[in-house]
C-alpha cells in the first residue's frame, strides 16, 4: 500500500474536478448501492479526458501500473456524509492493482485483514513518498461483515487531498479497504474534517 502525498498540483485538481463536475452535478446521490458497499454517492465512467488531464492520468500509470490501465477511469463522488463499507473488489471486474487520486477533501482509508490463511507476511507495508518532478459504472465487491479490530490486523491510512493511493496484491486481495465516515474519521487520534470526496479511480485488467 503506497499514498504519495502532493500527486497532483492545485491546477490540476481543479482541472479534474472541472471536466467531471458538469455530469456529476445532473446525478443524484444514491444511497442504496446494489451490494450494500457504498452510501451517499454517485459515480460514472470516464474514457475520453481533456488532454491536460489525460496527462496526469499518464503519470498515475507510469507510477503505479506496470503496463496499461482499463480504457475507462472510473469518478466516484461521495457525499460528505457518504460513506464506503468495508469491501474487496471483484476479481471479475479489475486486476491486482487499484489506485486513486483524491480530489476537495482529505478522508481516512482503513484496510482490515480478511483471510488469515492467505495472509503471509507479518505486516502491511506502508510506505509515503514525496511528489515525483461515459457510461456509468459497476463494480462488483465482495462484501464483509464488521471488522473486528481487537487482533490488530488493520491499518488507518490517511488520505490528504491531491495524494494519490496505490494499493496491490497484499493489500488488494487479503484487506478489505473503506472510507470512515465523517462520524469516525480520525487518524492518530485527530479527527479528520471529512467533505465532499471525489475520487478518479484507476485499475488493470483482470
Known amino acids: 500500500?503506497?499514498?504519495?502525498?502532493?500527486?497532483?498540483?492545485?491546477?490540476e485538481e481543479q482541472q479534474l474536478h472541472e471536466e467531471v463536475e458538469p455530469y456529476m452535478n445532473r446525478l443524484r446521490y444514491?444511497?442504496?448501492?446494489?451490494?450494500?458497499?457504498i452510501h451517499g454517492f454517485r459515480e460514472t465512467e470516464r474514457?475520453?479526458?481533456?488532454?491536460?488531464?489525460?496527462?496526469?492520468?499518464?503519470?498515475?500509470?507510469?507510477?503505479?501500473?506496470?503496463?496499461?490501465?482499463?480504457?475507462?477511469?472510473?469518478?466516484?463522488?461521495?457525499?460528505?456524509?457518504?460513506?464506503?463499507k468495508p469491501h474487496?473488489?471483484?476479481?471479475?471486474?479489475?486486476?491486482t492493482t487499484i489506485s486513486g487520486i483524491s480530489l476537495l477533501s482529505d478522508s481516512v482509508m482503513r484496510l482490515v485483514r480478511t483471510d488469515a490463511q492467505k495472509y503471509q507476511q507479518p505486516s502491511i507495508e506502508i510506505s509515503t513518498e514525496a511528489k515525483s518532478p461515459d457510461s456509468d459504472a459497476v463494480y462488483g465487491h465482495r462484501r464483509f461483515p464488521e471488522a473486528l479490530l481487537e487482533d490488530g490486523f488493520y491499518a488507518d491510512l490517511l488520505l490528504p487531498r491531491r495524494s494519490l493511493y496505490i494499493m496491490c496484491?497484499?493489500?488488494?486481495?487479503?484487506f478489505t479497504h473503506e472510507i470512515l465516515a465523517k462520524e469516525q474519521s480520525a487518524f492518530l487520534g485527530a479527527p479528520i474534517p471529512k467533505a465532499r470526496r471525489i475520487s478518479i479511480i484507476c485499475r488493470n485488467d483482470p
Open 47 to 84: 474514457k475520453k479526458w481533456y488532454p491536460h488531464n489525460r496527462d496526469v492520468l499518464e503519470r498515475v500509470r507510469q507510477v503505479a501500473f506496470d503496463g496499461a490501465i482499463m480504457p475507462y477511469i472510473h469518478v466516484l463522488d461521495l457525499a460528505a456524509d457518504g460513506v464506503i
Open 88 to 95: 474487496v473488489d471483484s476479481t471479475r471486474y479489475c486486476g
Open 1 to 11: 500500500m503506497r499514498i504519495i502525498p502532493d500527486f497532483i498540483t492545485e491546477a
Open 169 to 174: 496484491h497484499t493489500a488488494r486481495y487479503n
Open 30 to 37: 444514491e444511497f442504496d448501492h446494489w451490494d450494500d458497499a
